[in-house]
């Protein structure tokens, strides 16, 4: 018998040890790697013109086309009903390569269901946001990818970025395993969707420019993907910078310490930067509509344009500080020139707090780096305008020029590691 126990003993040894070793194996393969966001936006609660019409849900499948900034092979996708009031409910996904930014067809070869806890469909209750199971969809950094899903009804409220300037593809049935969708309407907003992310080292990071409508994109072209922050992105490959992860977390018409057409910045941080995965820098460029609106509504006496300034530089530490909390640098962006735009029609008192808040950004030392969006792209004959070749004509937003003199602007050695001041 003890014989017996000792053969039986040595069996499970025998069993053991090799499982223990492929066990160890996996978990330091595993702890070499992590998730980055790829790809991602902010969300908001979109206005009634940029919702999507409740026949376009109903019974209806959605195609979406995102430029991830990562390559890699192993894939997920994080859906959002973050502004949903009510559970939200996707009967069938998938990801698939697209053949290219603003078309609707896929490569049928790499189309693949997405799964929710091994399951084709999921329910993502009101305020919460899921990610899909992971599936291995090779693709190089700058792929165009798709993601398609399909609904049999509208979301009671609508959690959706609007400002995408990428078309998005609806049609009725449940099409999403099909790669060529031809009778396929379309629309220029993303809905439901929050990040494409990628298992990368752990040496790789991402950074989120978070801001208003200058880094939403307003300027660029539509399924042009040349943003300031997909331009940055495009010059971190070309110059052959370690690979990096780029989100765009703009929102038009936002502000840092009001609600505008989407939430505040201040809220919308934990969200937007300090919760995405891999995160390890930012850069904040915010106040034009800070600025701008408190002119524009009357309200800038004296008091009231020395409090604005006061509150603009307490949020921009606050954020510093979180993001600090959390291993995160932050890289400081001046506020570009608006005079002359119609929207705003600033005044001189107005020019003198954007260059009193840019004197802060440049010199207080609250920021790890600083990218100095005004001085790439202001006309040094008249410092508080655009150079005419960086103004879309609105005096506002930088055109394709100014996107991309700014995305020269950032200071890529900021981004190669992340040292927090102290």
Same mark, same amino acid.
């Given at each position: 018998?003890?014989?017996?126990?000792?053969?039986?003993?040595?069996?499970? %040894?025998?069993?053991?040890?090799?499982?223990?070793? *492929?066990?160890?194996?996996?978990?330091?393969?595993?702890?070499?790697?992590?998730?980055?966001?790829?790809?991602?936006?902010?969300?908001?609660?979109?206005?009634?013109?940029?919702?999507?019409?409740?026949?376009?849900?109903?019974?209806?499948? %959605?195609?979406?086309?995102?430029?991830?900034?990562?390559?890699?092979?192993?894939?997920?996708?994080?859906?959002?009903?973050?502004?949903?009031?009510?559970? %939200?409910?996707?009967?069938?996904?998938?990801?698939?390569?697209?053949?290219?930014?603003?078309?609707?067809?896929?490569?049928?070869?790499?189309?693949?269901?997405?799964?929710?806890?091994?399951?084709?469909?999921?329910?993502?209750?009101?305020?919460?946001?899921?990610?899909?199971?992971?599936?291995?969809?090779?693709?190089?950094?700058?792929?165009?990818?798709?993601?398609?899903?399909?609904?049999?009804?509208?979301?009671?409220?609508?959690?959706?970025?609007?400002?995408?300037?990428?078309?998005?593809?609806?049609?009725?049935?449940?099409?999403?395993?099909?790669?060529?969708?031809?009778?396929?309407?379309?629309?220029?907003?993303?809905?439901?969707?929050?990040?494409?992310?990628?298992?990368?080292?752990?040496?790789?990071?991402?950074?989120?420019?978070?801001?208003?409508?200058? *880094?939403?994109?307003?300027?660029?072209?539509?399924?042009?993907?040349?943003?300031?922050?997909?331009? %940055?992105?495009?010059?971190?490959?070309?110059?052959?910078?370690?690979?990096?992860?780029?989100?765009?977390?703009?929102?038009?018409?936002?502000?840092?310490?009001?609600?505008? *057409?989407?939430?505040?910045?201040?809220?919308?941080?934990? &969200?937007?930067?300090?919760?995405?995965?891999?995160?390890?820098?930012?850069?904040?460029?915010?106040?034009?509509?800070?600025?701008?609106?408190?002119? &524009?509504?009357?309200?800038?006496?004296?008091?009231?344009?020395?409090?604005?300034?006061?509150?603009?530089?307490?949020?921009?530490?606050?954020?510093?500080?979180?993001?600090?909390?959390?291993?995160?640098?932050?890289?400081?962006?001046?506020?570009?020139?608006?005079?002359?735009?119609?929207?705003?029609?600033?005044?001189?008192?107005?020019?003198?707090?954007?260059?009193?808040?840019?004197?802060?950004?440049? *010199?207080?030392?609250?920021?790890?780096?600083?990218?100095?969006?005004?001085?790439?792209?202001?006309?040094?004959?008249?410092?508080?305008?655009?150079?005419?070749?960086?103004?879309?004509?609105?005096?506002?937003?930088?055109?394709?020029?100014?996107?991309?003199?700014?995305?020269?602007?950032?200071?890529?050695?900021?981004?190669?590691?992340?040292?927090?001041?102290?």
């Amino acid at each position: 018998m003890r014989q017996a126990k000792k053969l039986w003993s040595a069996t499970l %040894l025998a069993i053991a040890l090799p499982l223990a070793v *492929t066990s160890a194996v996996a978990s330091a393969a595993a702890a070499d790697v992590h998730w980055v966001a790829s790809w991602g936006t902010a969300q908001q609660v979109p206005e009634p013109d940029n919702m999507l019409p409740a026949e376009r849900w109903r019974e209806s499948s %959605l195609r979406q086309i995102v430029r991830v900034t990562l390559g890699g092979s192993r894939v997920r996708v994080r859906f959002s009903n973050v502004y949903g009031t009510t559970p %939200l409910f996707i009967e069938a996904a998938s990801l698939a390569r697209a053949v290219a930014a603003g078309k609707t067809d896929v490569e049928a070869s790499s189309l693949q269901q997405l799964k929710f806890a091994g399951r084709n469909n999921v329910m993502i209750p009101a305020g919460a946001e899921y990610y899909s199971d992971p599936v291995n969809l090779p693709h190089a950094a700058a792929s165009d990818l798709a993601i398609s899903m399909y609904f049999k009804g509208e979301p009671v409220r609508q959690t959706s970025h609007p400002g995408s300037r990428a078309n998005s593809f609806y049609i009725k049935g449940n099409r999403i395993l099909e790669s060529a969708w031809a009778d396929a309407g379309k629309v220029a907003h993303w809905y439901q969707i929050a990040d494409v992310e990628v298992q990368a080292p752990r040496s790789v990071g991402a950074v989120v420019a978070i801001g208003d409508s200058i *880094t939403d994109g307003a300027g660029s072209t539509t399924d042009g993907n040349d943003r300031w922050p997909d331009q %940055l992105s495009a010059r971190l490959i070309r110059e052959g910078a370690p690979a990096m992860g780029v989100i765009n977390a703009g929102i038009g018409g936002g502000r840092m310490l009001r609600d505008g *057409t989407g939430p505040n910045l201040a809220s919308r941080f934990e &969200r937007d930067v300090i919760a995405r995965s891999g995160v390890t820098h930012a850069i904040v460029m915010i106040g034009v509509n800070d600025l701008g609106g408190q002119h &524009r509504n009357g309200d800038d006496v004296p008091e009231a344009r020395k409090k604005i300034i006061e509150d603009l530089l307490t949020a921009h530490i606050q954020l510093v500080e979180r993001a600090h909390a959390h291993g995160i640098c932050v890289i400081g962006a001046t506020i570009t020139p608006y005079m002359g735009s119609d929207y705003y029609r600033p005044n001189a008192s107005n020019e003198e707090d954007r260059q009193a808040i840019n004197s802060w950004i440049r *010199t207080s030392g609250v920021f790890d780096a600083v990218a100095d969006f005004d001085a790439a792209i202001r006309d040094p004959a008249q410092v508080e305008r655009m150079r005419k070749e960086y103004d879309t004509g609105d005096f506002l937003h930088p055109s394709t020029a100014g996107l991309r003199a700014m995305a020269h602007a950032v200071p890529l050695p900021a981004l190669q590691k992340c040292v927090i001041r102290q």
